[in-house]
């Protein structure tokens, strides 16, 4: 349990920001706070944002009054600018949670995709998840032993172009029906990068070769090999706007995890839980994303982007720290987080210590706000997406990368994201909280470490328990005289520390791998 308690410690999301100094063993606890640092040109295509705003939130600079265009965006025409959607690379999975034995089913901004390793392109590949034949889903489907991509219902199989190479019921001396273009499966353009499989959403052949004009954003230290990259992922019930709002908000921290993340203790407390004044400023925003300098160091880089980092001193050397979040849209009502928390210190724990250790602290922190966002979204839609400025009161800076992210919303998306009329626009009806907070379908089956985890756990709570009935069932037919009484009250003893362990890991797991009911009222 120590080991545990050590991996939730530094597991969970590294939010707020602080320099100090440590010896070898001490961790940081709390990280980000009150930086002054310069932000590294980070740049998206090889083009630097354009200086076009200033935002912040302050008693006497609401919503309404940064809401009209800027002159500057006037003078250039920029204003009307829109974003496209489906001209963007989004991340589908880290490709650490991805079997290349079968093909994995993903949704990304409404799309149906299947994701498999094509082992004689040796490349993995992103389709439509639909045969061409009777519209099953593929990701139900196989990979045979050619390597192709074959559908369970009817055995059509497909190469890593898409096309299709045998139709099981077309025979052999007939036409080649096989070959026909309506028996090909669309192929979505797709790259690995940073260990994560990026999927470009349109898959029109003059496409094929986008990535030699345009690559997903590109992280450095992300393919820096003195850097440590823990990562994870987690499906949400919530939408993709509420979700990356809600990572950029430094301010809910000491609330909405108390208990849970370290945050800094300001001098002056107002209440238990620490919160405190931020000072917060967008100070270039266009149609690519905007980038936060005031109080902390971070990026926006729409779509999906959040990424944040700071420079602390560890055994007397500066070190850089990083969160990244990658948000991506799935459908109304449900995005999908992908989490990187880079770092050059504390590399030898990721070595040591497996993945789903640390991704019980980052799910308890996920789950602590989870309903909050579920049921904030409902209630903004009700009034409509682009008036929740009428409906939110946010009169101080700590709110002002949530208005530059409505801000960039609204002005370049029109307050919504394009699902090409997939959706009426609806959400879907809430679940029960049990089953709204579960964790097994929303990330354990979805992540490697957790599932195995999850898997050996089950079995060793099943091998306790009958290791326990074993044991009364020894000492039930053994005849009086041939047991001792020590041995029979060692045994008894043995059985029922079994059981005690079986109904505790069954806890365990529950609670961790399930649902984990959280309250914030007894924090």
Not at 216 to 230: Q, T
Request: charged share 20%.
């Amino acid at each position: 349990m120590d080991v545990l308690r050590a991996a939730s410690a530094i597991g969970p999301l590294p939010c707020i920001p602080t320099t100090a100094t440590r010896n070898k063993t001490q961790f940081p606890k709390s990280i980000f706070h009150n930086l002054n640092l310069k932000l590294p040109a980070l740049t998206r295509n090889g083009l630097k944002s354009r200086l076009f705003m200033t935002l912040s939130s302050t008693p006497s600079s609401t919503m309404e009054s940064i809401e009209p265009p800027m002159p500057e965006l006037e003078a250039d025409g920029r204003e009307k600018e829109r974003f496209d959607w489906y001209s963007q690379w989004y991340p589908v999975m880290p490709v650490c949670d991805l079997d290349k034995r079968v093909p994995h089913g993903k949704k990304v901004l409404g799309l149906d995709l299947v994701v498999w390793w094509d082992k004689n392109e040796n490349e993995w590949k992103v389709f439509d998840d639909t045969c061409p034949h009777r519209l099953a889903p593929l990701s139900e489907g196989r990979i045979d032993q050619w390597g192709r991509l074959q559908c369970v219902y009817h055995g059509w199989c497909f190469n890593g172009n898409g096309d299709c190479k045998i139709i099981p019921q077309a025979p052999l001396d007939g036409p080649p029906v096989h070959t026909f273009k309506k028996a090909c499966v669309a192929v979505y353009p797709s790259v690995v990068q940073h260990d994560i499989v990026w999927v470009w959403p349109n898959a029109d052949p003059q496409y094929k070769d986008i990535i030699t004009e345009k690559k997903p954003p590109y992280i450095p230290e992300l393919d820096d090999p003195s850097f440590s990259r823990p990562m994870g992922n987690r499906d949400l019930p919530f939408g993709y706007e509420f979700l990356i709002e809600n990572l950029m908000d430094f301010a809910h921290l000491p609330y909405a995890h108390y208990g849970i993340m370290r945050t800094p203790t300001p001098k002056g407390k107002v209440d238990r839980e620490g919160g405190r004044p931020l000072d917060m400023k967008v100070k270039k925003l266009d149609i690519n994303g905007f980038v936060e300098q005031e109080w902390g160091n971070s990026n926006f880089i729409a779509p999906c982007i959040f990424h944040a980092f700071a420079d602390v001193e560890v055994d007397e050397k500066k070190q850089r720290v990083m969160f990244i979040f990658m948000c991506v849209p799935v459908s109304p009502g449900n995005s999908r987080l992908i989490w990187i928390f880079p770092r050059k210190f504390g590399v030898w724990i990721d070595q040591i210590v497996p993945r789903w250790m640390f991704h019980i602290g980052v799910n308890l922190v996920l789950d602590s706000d989870l309903y909050l966002l579920h049921v904030e979204e409902r209630k903004i839609m009700e009034i409509g997406a682009t008036n929740w400025q009428k409906a939110c009161f946010l009169p101080t800076k700590s709110d002002a990368t949530v208005v530059g992210f409505r801000r960039w919303f609204n002005k370049y998306a029109g307050g919504e994201i394009d699902w090409k009329g997939k959706y009426s626009g609806a959400l879907p009806p809430s679940p029960p909280r049990e089953q709204l907070m579960d964790r097994y379908w929303s990330h354990v089956v979805n992540c490697k470490s957790c599932n195995s985890a999850y898997e050996g756990l089950k079995a060793l709570e099943v091998m306790l328990q009958i290791m326990s009935v074993v044991l009364i069932g020894i000492i039930a037919v053994t005849k009086q005289k041939i047991m001792s009484m020590v041995a029979k009250t060692t045994m008894v003893s043995m059985a029922i520390i079994c059981f005690a362990a079986s109904k505790w890991l069954a806890h365990f797991i529950y609670k961790n791998f399930h649902y984990h009911g959280y309250n914030h009222a007894f924090r």
